[in-house]
């Protein structure tokens, strides 16, 4: 579809600012940004009348690429502040990854409603959670060996699934297990980083050979789109970051709740209409 130069023009103004707001959250909350660049990249595809059976699958892919260098900016902020627990970061690691690698190779095989229904799901049962007075508490420590595993798998895949950082469901996982706010964003900013990469990676086979594609994707992910997010993820992440040290806790899971009810429930309208 040909699209006029001053169409292309506010297409890409939108995705910078996209950008800053999808860094700045990507600090604030540790949710990698996808939370808004999926929705996002949905409405524009649909937008310039994109095939709705890839679109999501396209939005996703492009979220978790662009959550690559955002997680890394947004790590390093986190640390500087140490809010980041590099012990469960080594001890969830693998199996949130391997989580991450399953589901972006899994998304050949499942539509794109099916993907926005999982977002718009769990996003809004987190939300719920988070929303609440008080938050669900079951143990006072996260669960170690062998029994603690399947929770960052569960993480690892169904944030790829969702195009998403690891802050969407491991900040309240965290929160569950009596893990302060602030530490648990912060380590939600390095998990980003361990499902963006085997998630792309998975999307990018995932999509390979597919010939409705446009130009300049790898994949399912859209290089041009991702180009015009990431500068603006990169440079807001870190403001992000010292807004969540700057803000009270409940200010802080109010904020986080707020955002993911309303991409769920939009996300949701969109798959089921």
């Given at each position: 579809m040909e699209l006029s130069a001053l169409t292309l023009l506010?297409?890409?103004?939108?995705?910078?600012?996209?950008?800053?707001?999808?860094?700045?959250?990507?600090?604030?909350?540790?949710?990698?940004?996808?939370?808004?660049?999926?929705?996002?990249?949905?409405?524009?595809?649909?937008?310039?009348?994109?095939?709705?059976?890839?679109?999501?699958?396209?939005?996703?892919?492009?979220?978790?690429?662009?959550?690559?260098?955002?997680?890394i900016s947004s790590t390093r902020a986190?640390?500087?502040?140490?809010?980041?627990?590099?012990?469960?970061?080594?001890?969830?690691?693998?199996?949130?990854v391997a989580g991450a690698l399953i589901g972006g190779?899994?998304?050949?095989?499942?539509?794109?409603?099916?993907?926005?229904l999982i977002f718009g799901a769990v996003a809004l049962i987190v939300a719920?959670?988070?929303?609440?007075?008080?938050?669900?508490?079951?143990?006072?420590?996260?669960?170690?060996?062998?029994?603690?595993?399947?929770?960052?798998?569960?993480i690892g895949l169904f944030s790829a699934l969702?195009?998403?950082?690891?802050?969407?469901?491991?900040v309240p996982v965290q929160s569950a297990f009596s893990v302060p706010v602030h530490r648990a964003v912060g380590t939600a900013a390095a998990f980003g980083l361990l499902i963006a990469i085997p998630?792309?990676?998975?999307?990018?086979?995932?999509?390979?050979?597919?010939a409705d594609l446009p130009p300049g994707s790898l994949g399912y992910v859209s290089l041009p789109a991702a180009a015009a997010i990431i500068p603006t993820t990169w440079?807001?992440?870190?403001?992000?970051?010292?807004?969540a040290h700057a803000i009270d806790q409940s200010a802080l899971k109010r904020a986080f709740a707020l955002f993911l009810a309303i991409t769920a429930l939009r996300m949701l309208a969109t798959a089921l209409t």
């Open positions: 506010g297409l890409a103004s939108g995705l910078l600012v996209t950008g800053a707001v999808a860094g700045t959250l990507a600090g604030l909350l540790g949710v990698g940004g996808g939370i808004v660049i999926v929705p996002v990249l949905s409405w524009v595809l649909a937008l310039i009348a994109f095939p709705p059976d890839i679109s999501q699958h396209m939005a996703v892919a492009t979220s978790l690429a662009t959550i690559i260098p955002t997680a986190h640390r500087a502040r140490g809010a980041v627990d590099d012990a469960l970061v080594r001890r969830w690691g693998p199996a949130m190779l899994a998304a050949r095989y499942v539509s794109g409603d099916v993907l926005r719920v959670n988070m929303a609440i007075p008080r938050t669900l508490v079951v143990g006072t420590s996260l669960p170690g060996g062998a029994a603690g595993q399947p929770v960052p798998l569960v969702m195009g998403i950082g690891g802050g969407t469901l491991a998630g792309t990676l998975g999307f990018v086979w995932a999509g390979w050979g597919r440079a807001f992440a870190p403001l992000g970051a010292r807004l």
